[in-house]
């Protein structure tokens, strides 16, 4: 079921691939839109039957390269299926705003298609071969979406950074992933065996080697300071898809990394070097709120933005691995909130930077200073994008606060004074995307220079629905976390049970 | 029985939120909507302050969704949903088909929702929920009218002072985890672990403080007047600035543990009350007057707070709202039909309109603190609480309230004026007046200026003891006759000094820039803006050309290093490696040449040859043996 739920976009990918360049570039959007949906359907089918406090289920063990430990194992629980959810549902929303595009739509669609099963992929991948392979499909796919459909000429030189960049952290990756495997006895890539049998325990020095091979590579992707000069220019080059997309499940496969591979596998080392791990969460969350608030181009901005939300996820993992102090509540809660930031990330910055599409779309330009008073040309445009900041900001009523109370909450009895510097994030954050609502939408109207105010059409209903559902489900989160919360938490205790060992 | 709390909380939420997201499209039924709402919540509010409900839902691990209603939240949840019917049965008078009704009555739908939400809460992270989104409407609120950059601007000068504020809640969840209260409940704060007790107090006195534009968060107020006149009305009455007066009113027992937070609190009350008092007295424009006036009243709910004046500060806080909430819709009125709220220019309104000239004299006397309308009463026993607790904070609040008369005849002074010959020179500088109002604002004005006249009966012996018993507070302080008496005769002799002076229209005698200071709200917002704001974005502003240079030009000089590396090795590959390999076949070829030399064909060379190698052969024998 797992299998099919995550190479289904793969098999429609051929198949498109296959069949004669007859049809028309509608079809084959509509063909992704309807496999999106199919796989969402089936995911949500997954959700049905979950047993949240049946820990890892729904697991598939193939061999594959048995000679050097690598298996096919697949499987979700608690950490892993609402971010499995959370791609389909990106995937789904990205398909519907294709729709109207019209640049080379045949490769585009594979293109996704191809990422689509790769992201579930990675999320669902209990061998760290098989997660390793997908993390750097990952960035395959990625760098031809940026240099293929981008903003032109700055696009392919921000593809190639992005690439370059993130593949050098892929490497280090790598490098981790033998050293864990080389300490295993049997030797072993199995996450499952490896979390069970801890095989780092009481290795020192080449323990703290190890995580930081693996604390680098997922750094990078995730992004954190000071790793994170990757991520402006290619989100600001990136089409508006391939920027949801890459902020809304690529980088989670960062965080999702730390929670999945970095805690669990190596829980001495995790907690030897917790403090590092808190203080380079708290200066992602400064860092990138104070950086995000010079900005005068609105993509970079967001992006910016993401390294600060980035920063509360580490910040949060950083302080459970603090035992003192603390109790198992309020590391616990820390853990669940660091999950459910990463769902709302993916929500609410997935449809900031659709939304930001529409405003490339209308302006031809990302310069704050170039729009004003947008609201009088297109106030459904401006509603929708008022709220998504308002839920960036972590206004209560949307996930973003569920996530950030529970990770403050959780993480000031360990970390008192980080929590207490990341806390002026929030308000860091509110004053950036006030200070750009004002500036672009609010005030006497007035359109950059090239663009009629007769050409500026309002919200289209494409983009209305990818934005507004994306949305819709953070408000979903926000007033009633309950069913969320559910799953996340056994699983976030089990992290929890699985450090402190 | 829950059920009717999760409808109080859902019926103005649900409803805010579908009138706000239909906008324009409802515009013609918006305002009895939204008006309709208020007054079925008005009546699941009286509803549930008699059946007194509870109601909880799991939220995160371990900590519960809780609402509850008891006797302060009984009360609260009376005015709030009082309060914000007046509010838009006036609003529904005064917005015209022009403006977007639809999302205007749904924010403020939405903004009272979360203030009753914030008044039921029982556990902290659904205080801080409503507490925030409370914040956030207030945002869109202010800047309604949105195409002008002056209210937008102040708009988010309100939202991110209180929200600064606010962080103090957020401190004080963790904090109060920390210490050993898992469940957050506002009722288990007090019993907190030591360390962390005091991280939760000044957390929450924090955000109270700012909620409530107390010192030194006091500025944003002045900014909230740039919205329309109903968002001033219920914003400085029943709702928003009263809500941190309310949290510390309900967290009393935790500043009472700490210690020091006790004093603390009353001092910051008692300074805002006098010091914001004086700014009152300072304005010229009548919303900022009013504005400032509701930060110096709210400053004696939290002098009550401080000194354990629960029943005295409630009775201050409904009394405030009922008086506050008719005097902004008055000026709301006038501002409405006159284009202006300058006082200078607003000479002889109450004449011209003389319904709304009566409300809003009955709401400014009540304000002064003249006997025996409500405030006066409300007052005296904020003051009783603070006399038991420390004569200083008597003092201090007695002269808070000698100011309060003062600004208040200073607005009634004024409108009540003849209208002068050039009356109309002085109308539309701020919009264009309709000279016109409508017929819908008289009932909620009356009503309003009804209520802060007779709410004083609350401190009537009989009342005050229902409302002590209300409040579980039997034993607080009553004021004592001849304190009564000497508040009366403070209230009426600096109203009666201040109407001569203005009579005598003489400059007063003080100062020049203590006028100037105290009409720019003491600098505080210009303070803010140096300290924090100014670094801030200076700061940030370095950060990023950092972030460029530094940060990601190391990241682009590896990457140039590694180009470097990559031509040296080109060069030691072509100028080496494949150097060596052409030098050792060049060498092989001269080997060759070399070889083929003695080739020549000629037998005698051969022979010679032959002869020079035997004799060499044979020297090396004979030398080696």
């Known amino acids: 079921m797992l299998s099919i739920v995550t190479f289904l976009p793969l098999l429609v990918c051929a198949a498109l691939l296959l069949w004669p360049r007859t049809l028309p570039d509608l079809a084959y959007t509509w063909a992704w839109i309807v496999t999106a949906a199919v796989d969402l359907a089936l995911v949500i089918v997954l959700w049905v039957g979950f047993d949240s406090h049946g820990g890892m289920q729904y697991e598939q063990r193939v061999r594959w390269i048995p000679g050097a430990g690598v298996g096919y194992h697949v499987g979700v629980d608690g950490l892993s299926l609402p971010l499995v959810a959370l791609t389909c549902l990106l995937f789904l929303a990205v398909a519907v705003y294709s729709l109207r595009e019209t640049r080379r739509v045949r490769p585009y669609v594979c293109l996704f298609l191809f990422l689509q099963t790769v992201s579930l992929g990675l999320f669902v991948a209990l061998d760290l071969i098989l997660f390793f392979v997908f993390f750097d499909l990952s960035i395959v796919g990625m760098f031809f979406v940026i240099a293929g459909w981008g903003h032109g000429e700055r696009a392919r030189a921000a593809a190639l950074k992005f690439f370059l960049y993130t593949f050098t952290g892929s490497l280090a990756l790598l490098l981790g992933f033998i050293g864990l495997y080389l300490a295993a006895d049997p030797h072993t890539f199995d996450i499952v065996d490896l979390t069970r049998t801890d095989p780092l325990a009481g290795r020192g020095l080449y323990a703290g080697l190890v995580l930081l091979a693996i604390g680098v590579g997922l750094a990078v992707k995730t992004p954190t300071v000071p790793f994170h000069t990757w991520l402006p220019p290619a989100h600001t080059d990136a ?126 330009t990302y310069a704050i200073g170039a729009y004003s008073g947008l609201a009088a040309h297109t106030p459904r445009f401006a509603a929708v994008t008022a709220v998504a900041a308002f839920a960036g900001l972590g206004i209560p009523g949307f996930s973003g606060f569920i996530a950030e109370f529970q990770i403050f909450t959780g993480s000031l009895a360990s970390q008192a004074i980080a929590t207490a510097i990341a806390v002026t994030g929030i308000l860091i954050t509110a004053a950036l995307f006030l200070r750009a609502l004002r500036a672009m939408f609010l005030g006497a109207p007035r359109l950059p220079q090239a663009i009629s105010a007769a050409g500026v059409t309002d919200l289209r209903s494409s983009e209305a629905i990818s934005s507004v559902s994306l949305l819709a489900l953070a408000l979903a989160i926000g007033v009633v976390p309950r069913w969320l919360l559910d799953v996340i938490e056994p699983a976030s205790r089990a992290v929890i049970g699985l450090v402190a060992r | 029985m829950s059920v009717l709390l999760w409808l109080l909380i859902a019926l103005p939420l649900g409803v805010g939120a579908l009138l706000g997201s239909a906008g324009t499209r409802v515009n013609r039924s918006a305002p009895a909507l939204g008006t309709a709402a208020a007054l079925a919540t008005l009546g699941l509010a009286v509803a549930s302050a008699v059946t007194r409900p509870r109601a909880s839902a799991p939220l995160f691990a371990g900590m519960r969704a809780g609402l509850a209603v008891d006797g302060l939240s009984a009360v609260m949840v009376v005015t709030v949903a009082a309060i914000t019917t007046a509010v838009l049965a006036f609003t529904a008078g005064e917005f015209s088909t022009k403006e977007n009704r639809g999302r205007f009555f749904g924010l403020m739908l939405l903004f009272a929702g979360a203030m009753l939400v914030t008044v039921t809460a029982t556990t902290l992270p659904v205080l ?394 003491l600098y505080l917002e210009r303070a803010a803006h140096v300290v924090v704001v100014r670094p801030l974005l200076g700061l940030a502003r370095a950060l990023a050309v950092f972030d460029d240079r530094v940060v990601d030009g190391a990241v682009r000089q590896i990457a140039r290093c590694a180009l470097a590396a990559a031509r040296i090795a080109q060069r030691l590959d072509d100028g080496g490696v494949d150097a060596a390999v052409h030098a050792v076949a060049a060498g092989a070829r001269n080997l060759g040449r070399l070889a083929r030399r003695p080739q020549t064909g000629l037998l005698h060379q051969y022979y010679a040859q032959a002869a020079v190698g035997f004799a060499a052969l044979t020297l090396i024998v004979l030398l080696v043996r």
């Open chain 1, 239 to 364: 089409p508006a898809t391939g920027s949801a997309i890459l902020a809304g499940v690529l980088l989670k496969m960062g965080t999702y990394g730390f929670v999945r591979i970095a805690m669990p596998l190596l829980p001495g080392t995790w907690r030897h070097y917790a403090l590092v791990i808190t203080i380079i969460g708290v200066v992602s969350v400064v860092y990138g709120a104070l950086v995000a608030l010079a900005q005068t181009d609105f993509k970079r901005m967001i992006a910016y933005t993401s390294v600060n939300h980035m920063g509360y996820i580490v910040l949060a993992i950083g302080a459970a691995g603090t035992l003192a102090g603390s109790d198992a509540q309020a590391r616990s809660l820390a853990v669940t909130g660091a999950v459910t930031q990463m769902i709302s990330h993916g929500l609410i910055t997935g449809a900031l930077f659709l939304l930001s599409g529409v405003l490339y779309d209308r302006g031809q």
């Open chain 2, 128 to 521: 801080l929920m409503a507490w925030e989104v409370m914040g956030a409407t207030s945002w869109a609120l202010i800047g309604h009218w949105w195409s002008r950059s002056e209210p937008v601007r102040s708009a988010d000068v309100a939202f991110l002072t209180t929200r600064a504020a606010d962080l103090g809640l957020y401190l004080a969840a963790g904090a109060a985890l920390a210490g050993g209260i898992g469940s957050l409940r506002l009722d288990a704060l007090p019993r907190t672990a030591s360390p962390w007790l005091h991280v939760v107090t000044a957390g929450v006195v924090a955000a109270a403080l700012g909620k409530s534009a107390q010192l030194p968060f006091s500025f944003w107020l002045s900014r909230a007047m740039r919205g329309p006149s109903p968002v001033s009305a219920l914003l400085h009455s029943a709702t928003m600035v009263v809500a941190g007066a309310y949290l510390l009113l309900r967290l009393h027992p935790l500043l009472t543990v700490t210690g020091w937070a006790g004093p603390f609190v009353a001092w910051a009350g008692a300074a805002t009350a006098l010091l914001l008092g004086v700014v009152a007295v300072a304005q010229r424009d009548l919303k900022q007057l009013l504005a400032a006036s509701t930060s110096a009243q709210i400053g004696f709910m939290v002098l009550a707070a401080g000194t354990g004046g629960i029943a005295a500060g409630t009775t201050q806080l409904v009394a405030h709202a009922a008086t506050k909430a008719g005097l902004f819709l008055a000026a709301g009125a006038w501002l409405t039909a006159l284009g202006t709220k300058q006082l200078p220019a607003l000479r002889g309104a109450a004449r011209r309109y003389p319904l709304v000239g009566a409300c809003f004299l009955i709401g400014a006397l009540t304000l002064a603190g003249l006997p025996p309308l409500s405030l006066w009463a409300s007052k005296d026993g904020v003051l009783a609480a603070a006399r038991a607790d420390n004569t200083g904070l008597y003092v201090v609040g007695l002269a808070a309230a000698a100011v309060s008369a003062v600004y208040s005849v200073k607005a009634a002074w004024y409108v009540t004026r003849p209208l002068p010959d050039e009356v109309e020179a002085g109308y539309d500088t701020e919009q264009p007046g309709t000279r016109h109002v409508s017929r819908a604002v008289a009932a909620p004005l009356c009503v309003l200026a009804m209520a802060a006249a007779v709410l004083g009966v609350l401190s009537l012996p009989g009342p005050a003891a229902w409302l002590k018993g209300l409040l579980a507070a039997p034993h607080e302080p009553a004021p004592a006759p001849w304190e009564l008496g000497v508040s009366a005769a403070v209230a009426l002799a600096s109203a009666g000094l201040a109407w001569r002076w203005r009579a005598r229209s003489r400059p007063v005698p003080v100062w020049h820039a203590v006028v100037r200071g105290a009409r720019q709200w």
